[in-house]
């Protein structure tokens, strides 16, 4: 489904990305681990099309498409999802008026509001978020673990084919990360969408298995494994790759 290959990325004149590739099918889960400041982040900017992020060599192409022009509504409309390591506020807009509105971009489809709340209703029982929560403005005073939900939530009513997911468990407590986890594991296997999963922590990828392990250093792959090099990196850290 997203397969990148060779992929140099640059920001500022500073080349960050050296020569990336990898591939994600349907259904499949890739976990990528990585010092800081490694090129995870980056690279979920550049699957995104951030402006800022310039590709200066190779290719990101999604479902056999070449993506690497395309602005990130369009790669929305793909159904590329990503979920931030550091979400905006936008005030004045609530989450409702949000979703409603990525809905419209990302599926091309206008609901009427009352087929609307069905929806997103629908989804906030589906992932046992309180009804209050669709009137708040969004990540106004959203306490970490409820910034994540509102992610969750926003990756379940857009029911993307790739979510990517950059440490969405930092921060959160063990009740919240099991809460996010287990809501991102069931719109994975409800949707059979792919993921792409930013961690340091080996505890979130105990819900969200992943088939494939890559690990980052300085702007390259330097190690593919499976689950195994998980434990070791917990273990043992970088140092011996
Ligand atoms: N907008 C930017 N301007 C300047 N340098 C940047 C920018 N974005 C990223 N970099 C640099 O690129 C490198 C990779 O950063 P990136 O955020 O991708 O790392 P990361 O692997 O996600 O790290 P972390 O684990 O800390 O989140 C770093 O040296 C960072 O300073
Ligand atoms: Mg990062």
Redesign the pocket.
């Known amino acids: 489904m997203l397969e990148i290959k060779n992929l140099h990325l640059e ?2 004149n ?1 080349e ?1 990305l050296k020569g990336v590739s990898l591939k994600i099918e349907k259904n499949e889960i890739v976990a990528v681990m ?10 979920s900017y550049a699957i995104m099309g951030h402006p ?1 992020y310039k590709i200066t060599k190779g290719e990101i192409l999604f479902n056999g498409k070449k993506i690497n022009e395309l602005d990130p509504s369009e790669r929305a409309k793909l159904g590329i999802f990503l979920s931030f ?1 550091y979400p905006v506020e936008i005030s004045g807009v609530t989450v409702s008026n949000f979703l409603r509105a990525a809905l419209k971009n990302a599926k091309n489809k206008i609901y009427s509001l009352i087929e609307y709340k069905k929806l997103l209703i629908k989804h906030m029982n589906l992932l046992n978020i309180d009804s209050s929560f669709k009137d708040r403005y969004l990540n106004e005073g959203f306490s970490g673990g409820e910034k994540k939900r509102f992610e969750t939530l926003q990756m379940s009513i857009l029911e993307p084919k790739l979510a990517v997911i950059d ?1 969405v468990d930092s921060g959160l407590d063990i009740d919240s990360l099991n809460i996010v986890a287990d809501n991102i594991k069931k719109i994975q296997k409800k949707n059979k969408m792919g993921i792409l999963i ?1 961690t ?1 922590y080996d505890r979130i990828l105990e819900y969200i298995k992943p088939d494939k392990v890559l690990i ?1 250093d300085k702007g390259k792959i330097i190690k593919i494994g499976d689950k195994k090099l998980v434990k070791e990196i917990e273990s043992k850290g970088y140092k011996d790759f």
């Open positions: 920001v500022e500073k960050i990585g010092p800081n400041g490694s090129g995870k982040t980056s690279l800022n390591q440490e930013i340091h980052f």
